[in-house]
């Protein structure tokens, strides 16, 4: 019997308490960058693909619940427990603005198209739209949530506000322009997180013990899995949509197969329940927060490595309907490159000898 091979993450250690959000900008001509909400009051900046440590944002004077960057990573938010929201610049690292709030402060995104507006939510049952560029002006109301908001999100080009209740099952949908709610897709459990995939077809929502894909557009439900355990998180591949991962009690993050539901690996190394998990905006690697105050960075490897190794695979990837095979090749013949250069040259040499023969004939 084969054995698995054992993940080895990057640990990235700074926070004093649990990490409750993780955040990763679009890729930017500089990289791409992660942000983390601790309960120890200080989101931290790291390099998305390294980990690395790039600035520490201080101010707050309660939990951080959650944090977000705008579009090109210049930007960041942070919602705490202090009944405050900050917009920041990370470079240097200085408050923007400070908005006040009359309760705790739950959830925060940036607009996609216009990263000068900044979504917030909270126990307050408010969501409120403010203007970055306008930061005297009053932030614009939208109509209350029926409970305390959880998690926020823009949906379809910024016309759409996703947004669930830490108080009641159901993910409910408003309508931008009117301000109203229009939708609402149930489920029995709270959701403690709704993730839009980058091509915009999926709504990924993680409730009590179940992960489910709803249609971005018409609003059915596409999958629903059960776990194992009470799963807190969830997010889907973004480049392929093949796989997908969650965390929850158990403190370990489990990676699965979008179309089966199949586990395919089991990541372990937290010290406590995990919290948050996030896939990387190239589906490379993804990071998992947890209770036990690290970040842990676990890397994907080639992309649909498994199906370019056979024929049947790769048909049977295409049939579930990626196209990863076709540019996985030269994912697998670069990283061979790097660790096995020496059998490359030997493949590479018999590739030239058949052509020749071939060619002769």
Known sequence: MDKKKVAVPLVCHGHSRPVVDLFYSPTTPDGFFLISASKDS????????????????EGHKGAVWSSCLDTNALRAASASADFTANSWHHCPFSVICIYFWLHLILSFQFRLQDTHLLLTGGLEKILRIYDLNRPDAPPREVDKSPGSVRTLAWLHSDQTILGSCTDMGGVRLWDVRSGKIVQTLETKSSVTSAEVSQDGRYITTADGSTVKFWDANHFGLVKSYNMSCTVESASLEPKYGNKF??????????????????????????????HCVRFSPGGESYASGSEDGTIRIWQTGPLTNDESEGG??????????????????????????????????????????????????
């Not at 989101?43 to 998305?48: D, I, S």
């Not at 990837?317 to 994912?331: I, M, Y």
């Not at 490159?337 to 020749?356: L, M, N």
């Open 312 to 361: 049947a695979a790769a048909t049977a990837a295409a049939a579930n309907g990626t196209v990863a095979g076709k540019v996985n090749v030269g994912a697998a013949e670069e990283v061979s490159r790097k660790i096995e250069g020496f059998h490359i040259s030997g493949d590479e040499g018999k590739t030239k000898e058949k052509d020749e023969a071939a060619g002769k004939e």
């Open 42 to 57: 200080s989101p931290m900046l790291r390099n998305g693909e390294t980990g690395d440590w790039i600035g520490t944002f």
């Open 245 to 274: 991962i969650a965390g929850g009690e158990d403190m370990w993050v489990h990676v699965f197969d979008f179309h089966t539901g199949q586990e395919i690996a089991c990541n372990k190394g937290h010290h406590g329940p995990v």
